[in-house]
């Protein structure tokens, strides 16, 4: 695919700049295609507007009591925050929400993520109260650039809560708040900034990079939900984050004993020009 | 008796630590920790002024290899260094503070250390007398010593003797680690006499303390003075030299005696933020934060009441101990009343920039139980689930980088998932090109099977290992773009974790 038409990239384009001061959480860049993302280069900015709760889900098609986290966008996500907040750690809240620690180690051997991370255990009762008390606590402290916390049943005024907690405001240091949730619940009302599906990416054959991307593990992650922006921005494009798992360093990806396991931190995200027809992402 | 106690009596070893370039590795040690960018090849001189003069008090080893010497000018000592540069202030009383913190931290290797002032060079004295069976041997303690030194930016010079005056002047003689090892070869400068003294001694060539040994003690005494034969006495063991042994700080701690019992809780609480507020005065005066307080009363007609609170991170922070402590203050069963109130830092740490998250620690420690805030620790094994270690903030401390063990601990070079499930579930498999993975009710086609990879016990852990831990391991890469960490039994298949 030699590139998205220009009829349509200046339409997305359009479409961006019309939405941008209704949806400030995305700093997206419009038309560009899977195919060259990856020779573009990813910036290094977070993806994501600070100062507000995003919520992210596992997409799942049945449920389960021990429901998924995409725990790869989270930890690629703390990496990308962590590089613009040279002092400041990351609180993982609620067990469920609590990486693998191996994952967060890089295969250069840094560890700058595990270094900096903080581990919260609200107790396993059933009621979230503790737990939402924890966030709100971690919210509040500037010693802490980044909070990742299980948000499963929490309520609409507990959203609320949160989003108040995480503006801070007063000059102090803005705080990235990831909330993840369980996929039965991406109906329930929430005052969240912007709630995001998570999914594995299938290979596909039309892509030229083939080779890479059929190797390692790659997760889309797309906008269901953005507090506040217009209808039609969210309906007729679709944002997605993309981060990939790789082995960078192994000679031979099917040599698993040499190969190194390594979070690429390219978060990417873009707009898909699906303009042609006003259709809405199915959740 | 005291036949049979001189034969049992342990050897007395004195290891003698003196630092040749204290100061200035001091100072380059602070202006770094404050956040000065000082080169590795920058020349360091400390400078201090005297009568508008401003002269070299001390440099580093590469300043004086240039030939940068003490007392000069610093005009010229400027010439002589045109390459990268940096002077520092001198600042005794921090070079003497930071000599003690030295000393203290010494008393890993002895109980007993000690400062030797009247060496010249800052000297620390360790006492390693019936330390044997600690210390595999001299040589390897004193290589141990150096080690940490260097490894902390400082040069030192150790020596082994049987006597504290000997191990000093070995240790402030040598210019190489493996020097001579006797006392007849060291320099007479190295018996800590006055100048003076020492530049009669060499009007007549007595350069070494062999030199010396060849002249009669009574002439000794009339040329030189008394206090030249003591020191040599002392070198050789025929005197006892009063030593000193650092004894730790008293930790701060402050009280209030009251008149009567007091039972009215706003008075305690009162009280209690009086002695929190000198108490952190203190703390601020020795530039500390308290890792562990404890609150003391004396009831009358009660027993004691006593309250320990540990903070996440050091603090001396008036307002946030009050509110650690008012809780308990409530709770407190003080009988007829309260008569005396005694507030102590039992721990003490450097205080850190991060003073918030300090608190934001204790605040949720003091709700949600000590255990509430971890962090993860690394170990070195091949099984995921026994790769890390949680480890209680309050216990161990927030800073995973201040412990060297840390970063010793290698990561195992190996794929693991990113998400493991609290328990194995079963799955059907199909293997083979065009294989499936049925799993949680979901059939997924499998393109490309990976492994296996055979996970053992470690042979140090026999017999403790899980059953679901060992065994032959699969990453299974499904169509829909899901990786799935599976594990072969003869029961079946089992999924254990994915990339998620």
């Not at chain 1, 309520?155 to 405001?169: D, I, P, Y």
């Not at chain 1, 944002?239 to 390219?266: F, L, P, Q």
């Not at chain 2, 330390?131 to 030194?149: D, F, G, K, T, Y």
């Not at chain 2, 005694?342 to 949600?368: P, V």
Request: some cysteine; glycine content about 8%; hydrophobic content about 45%.
């Amino acid at each position: 695919m030699a590139g998205i038409p220009d009829e349509i990239r200046q339409r997305a384009a359009l479409l961006v700049q019309s939405s941008s001061a209704s949806l400030p959480a995305l700093r997206c860049t419009a038309g560009k295609d899977s195919h060259d993302r990856r020779s573009d280069g990813a910036s290094d900015e977070l993806p994501l507007e600070l100062g507000v709760v995003h919520e992210w889900m596992w997409r799942e098609s049945t449920r389960h009591a021990t429901w998924t986290v995409p725990h790869g966008v989270m930890i690629a996500l703390c990496w990308r925050m962590l590089a613009s907040a040279s002092d400041g750690r990351v609180a993982w809240i609620g067990r469920h929400a609590w990486p693998v620690p191996r994952a967060c180690v890089r295969s250069d051997g840094s560890r700058q993520l595990l270094e900096r991370s903080l581990f919260v255990d609200p107790g396993a009762s059933s009621s979230c109260d503790e737990r939402i008390w924890a966030v709100q606590q971690s919210l509040g402290c500037d010693g802490i650039c980044a909070v990742v916390f299980d948000g499963s049943g929490c309520a609409m005024v507990a959203s609320r809560r949160l989003q108040l907690a995480a503006a801070r405001g007063d000059g102090r240091p803005a705080v990235l708040a990831m909330a993840v949730r369980p996929w039965h619940e991406r109906l329930c009302p929430s005052a969240a900034a912007t709630r995001w599906a998570v999914a594995p990416a299938p290979p596909t054959t039309q892509d030229a990079a083939l080779d890479e991307r059929g190797e390692v593990p790659v997760w889309q992650a797309e906008l269901l939900r953005a507090r506040g922006a217009l209808a039609h921005a969210v309906g007729q494009c679709t944002h997605r984050i993309e981060a990939t798992w790789s082995w960078s360093g192994a000679s031979d990806r099917s040599d698993a004993s040499n190969a190194c396991v390594d979070m690429r931190h390219d978060v990417r995200h873009d707009v898909r020009g699906d303009l042609r027809g006003n259709r809405r992402p199915q959740p | 008796m005291i036949a049979q106690h001189a034969m049992t009596a342990p050897r007395r070893r004195m290891l003698a630590v003196a630092f040749p370039r204290w100061t200035a590795e001091c100072a380059r040690r602070t202006a770094r920790r404050q956040g000065a960018a000082i080169s590795p090849d920058a020349a360091v001189l400390v400078v201090t002024e005297s009568h508008g003069v401003r002269t070299v008090h001390d440099c580093c080893r590469h300043a004086a290899s240039l030939g940068v010497m003490r007392g000069m000018s610093l005009l010229q000592a400027r010439a002589i260094c045109s390459g990268p540069r940096t002077e520092l202030p001198h600042m005794p009383e921090r070079d003497a503070s930071m000599l003690r913190a030295c000393a203290v931290w010494c008393q890993r290797y002895s109980p007993i250390t000690m400062l030797e002032p009247s060496a010249g060079i800052p000297v620390v004295l360790i006492d390693i007398t019936g330390c044997e069976r600690i210390h595999p041997s001299e040589p390897a303690l004193e290589l141990q010593v150096r080690r940490a030194m260097h490894a902390r930016g400082f040069t030192a010079r150790t020596a082994c003797a049987p006597n504290a005056a000997a191990a000093v002047a070995l240790a402030t003689a040598r210019h190489a680690p493996h020097a001579a090892r006797t006392i007849d070869a060291c320099p007479v400068r190295c018996l800590r006499l006055d100048r003076k003294v020492i530049e009669r001694m060499h009007e007549v060539n007595i350069r070494r303390v062999g030199d010396l040994l060849r002249c009669t003690r009574a002439s000794i005494a009339s040329r030189f003075g008394a206090p030249t034969l003591l020191r040599l006495d002392q070198a050789f063991g025929r005197t006892e030299q009063h030593i000193a042994p650092l004894r730790p700080r008293p930790l701060p701690a402050v009280e209030r005696i009251f008149d009567g019992p007091v039972a009215a809780l706003d008075a305690l609480q009162f009280a209690t933020q009086e002695l929190i507020g000198e108490l952190c005065v203190q703390l601020h005066a020795l530039e500390r934060g308290a890792r562990e307080i404890e609150l003391v009363a004396d009831c009358a007609d009660a027993p004691r009441w006593t309250r320990r609170l540990v903070f996440g991170a050091p603090s001396a922070n008036a307002r946030h101990m009050m509110g650690m402590l008012a809780p308990s203050l409530e709770r407190m069963k003080a009988g007829l009343g309260v008569e005396r109130l005694r507030l102590a830092a039992l721990r003490m740490g450097r205080m850190m920039r991060q003073e918030a998250l300090g608190e934001w620690i204790d605040t949720l420690c003091a709700r949600l139980g000590d255990g509430a805030v971890m962090r993860c620790g690394l170990v070195e094994d091949h099984r995921p689930g026994r790769a890390s270690r949680w480890l209680p903030v309050l216990r161990h401390g927030f800073d995973l980088r201040a412990t060297a063990q840390a970063v010793r601990v290698r990561v195992v070079q190996a794929w693991r998932p990113s998400l493991l499930l609290p328990r194995a579930e079963m799955a059907s498999v199909e293997v083979g090109s065009g294989g499936s993975v049925r799993w949680r009710g979901e059939c997924r086609t499998v393109l490309s099977w990976h492994g296996p990879e055979r996970i053992a016990p470690p042979w140090t852990a026999v017999g403790a290992m899980a059953p679901a831990e060992g065994g032959d391991f699969w990453r299974a890469q499904c169509a829909d773009g899901l990786w799935l960490w599976l594990r072969r039994t003869s029961d079946g298949w089992m999924v254990l974790g994915s990339w998620s």
